[in-house]
C-alpha cells in the first residue's frame, strides 16, 4: 500500500469517528430525555402517595379531579417511556454499527501501518 492510499484510509477511519460520536450523541440524548421522564414520573407517584383525602379540596371534588389528572399523566409518561425504549434499542443498533466501522479501520490502519513500515525496511537493508 502507497502512502497516499495510507492518508486515504485515515480520512475513511476520521470519517467513521465523526460517524460514532454522532450516534453516541444521538444515545445521550435520549438517555437524557429517559431521564427525564422518569424523574417526572416518579414526581408524579411522590405526589400521588403524598395527597390526602380530606379538607375543602375533598370536599368540592378536587382531589379527585386531581387523582384522575395524575393517573390520566401517569399513562402519558409511561407511554412517552415505552417510545423512548423502542427509540433506545434502534439507536443502540445505530451505535454498534458506527463502532463496528469505526473498529474495522482502526485495525486496517494499524495493518496497512505496520505493513508499510515493513515494506520500507526491506527496501532500505
Known amino acids: 500500500m502507497t502512502p497516499r492510499k495510507l492518508k486515504q484510509l485515515e480520512r475513511m477511519h476520521q470519517v467513521t469517528?465523526?460517524?460514532?460520536s454522532v450516534e453516541q450523541t444521538k444515545m445521550n440524548a435520549?438517555?437524557?430525555r429517559m431521564i427525564r421522564l422518569n424523574s417526572l414520573?416518579?414526581?408524579l407517584d411522590s405526589d400521588?402517595?403524598?395527597s390526602v383525602a380530606s379538607g375543602p379540596a375533598s370536599v368540592a371534588g378536587a382531589d379527585q379531579r386531581?387523582?384522575?389528572w395524575a393517573y390520566d399523566r401517569r399513562m402519558?409518561?409511561?407511554t412517552e417511556i415505552a417510545q423512548v425504549r423502542a427509540l433506545k434499542a434502534a439507536q443502540l443498533s445505530a451505535v454498534r454499527t458506527a463502532f463496528g466501522r469505526n473498529?474495522?479501520?482502526r485495525q486496517l490502519m494499524i495493518k496497512?501501518?505496520?505493513a508499510l513500515k515493513t515494506k520500507i525496511a526491506r527496501m532500505s537493508d
Open 17 to 20: 469517528q465523526m460517524a460514532l
Open 30 to 32: 435520549i438517555d437524557q
Open 41 to 43: 414520573l416518579q414526581s
Open 48 to 50: 400521588f402517595r403524598n
Open 66 to 68: 386531581w387523582r384522575q
Open 76 to 78: 402519558v409518561l409511561n
Open 103 to 105: 473498529e474495522a479501520t
Open 112 to 114: 496497512t501501518t505496520t
